[in-house]
C-alpha cells in the first residue's frame, strides 16, 4: 500500500524567507506525485505534478519541488514567501495499478506567513 | 476549465437525518471521488467510481453509500448521520486517459450534525 508523510503540520515562515515543505512516500511501484494548495474555505487546487520526466518540478505562484528517487522526497519550495502564500498544503501519490487511479493524501501542512 | 461543483458549501442536520451530498463535474470525466477531510488526517477517501453505476469502497466507507446513474453526478449518502460524520466532505474528478490522472476539487461541503 502506497503513503505519504508530510513532516511538520504547521510550518510558520517570515514574508520574503524560503518555504520548504517535506514530503516522503512510500510506493512500490515508480510513483506521479503531487502537491495541492487549499485556500481558506475552498477546495484543493493543484501547484504541480511529477510524472517520471524531469525531476525538478516548476508549478504556479513560483513554487517547485524536486524528485529524489533514492530519498522517496517529493519537497516543495517556494524562495520567497509572499502573506499570500497562507494556506493548507497537501502532497499525494498516484496508485497507477489501482482502478480509477486513486491518490494517497499526507495529513496537510498548514503554513502561517509573518510580516 | 474543468468545473466540479457541490450542491452545499454549508450543511446543518440533525442526528438520525438522512443526508444527499450531491457532486457534478462538467469535463466528461470517468473517475469521481469522495472525500472527508479532518484536522491532521488530510484526505481519507470514502468511495470513488470509475464508471456509471460502479462505485468502489475506499478507506473509511463505513456509514456511507454512493450513487452514481449519470456520468456527470456523483452522490453521496449518509443513511443515518451521527455526530462523528461532521466533517469537510470533498468531491473529485479525473479521467484515466493520457496521465498523470490529477484530480480536480470542488470547493467543498462543511457538514454539522447536531
New interface residues.
Given amino acids: 500500500a502506497q503513503s505519504v508523510t508530510?513532516l511538520g503540520?504547521h510550518v510558520s515562515v517570515s514574508e520574503g524567507a524560503l518555504v520548504l515543505l517535506r514530503c516522503n512516500y512510500s510506493s512500490s511501484v515508480p510513483p506521479?506525485l503531487?502537491w495541492?494548495v487549499q485556500y481558506p474555505?475552498?477546495?484543493?487546487?493543484?501547484l504541480l505534478?511529477y510524472?517520471s520526466a524531469a525531476t525538478l518540478v516548476k508549478g504556479i505562484n513560483g513554487f517547485e519541488a524536486e524528485f529524489k528517487k533514492s530519498e522517496t522526497s517529493f519537497h516543495l519550495t517556494k524562495p520567497s514567501a509572499h502573506m499570500s502564500d497562507a494556506a493548507e498544503y497537501?502532497c499525494a501519490v498516484?496508485d497507477?495499478k489501482a482502478?480509477?487511479?486513486?491518490?494517497t493524501?499526507?495529513?496537510?501542512t498548514r503554513v502561517l506567513v509573518k510580516p | 476549465d474543468v468545473k466540479?461543483t457541490q450542491s452545499s458549501?454549508y450543511l446543518v442536520k440533525r442526528t438520525g437525518e438522512k443526508v444527499f451530498l450531491e457532486c457534478v463535474q462538467d469535463m466528461d470525466h470517468e473517475?469521481m471521488?469522495w472525500y472527508r477531510q479532518d484536522p491532521?488526517?488530510?484526505?481519507?477517501?470514502i468511495y470513488?467510481?470509475?464508471d456509471v453505476k460502479m462505485k468502489?469502497k475506499?478507506d473509511i466507507p463505513e456509514g456511507y453509500s454512493v450513487s452514481r446513474e449519470k456520468k456527470e453526478r456523483f452522490s453521496l449518502i449518509l443513511e443515518s448521520a451521527s455526530t462523528n460524520q461532521t466533517s469537510m466532505y470533498?468531491c473529485?474528478s479525473?479521467s484515466?486517459s493520457g496521465?498523470?490522472?490529477?484530480?480536480?476539487?470542488?470547493?467543498?461541503t462543511r457538514l454539522t450534525v447536531t
Avoid: D, I, M, W
Fill in positions: 508530510q503540520s506521479y503531487f495541492y474555505n475552498q477546495g484543493l487546487q493543484l505534478k510524472t497537501f498516484s497507477l482502478a480509477g487511479n486513486k491518490l493524501f499526507g495529513g496537510g | 466540479v458549501r473517475n471521488f491532521g488526517l488530510g484526505l481519507r477517501l470513488f467510481s470509475y468502489e475506499g470533498l473529485a479525473s484515466p496521465g498523470p490522472y490529477e484530480q480536480y476539487f470542488g470547493p467543498g
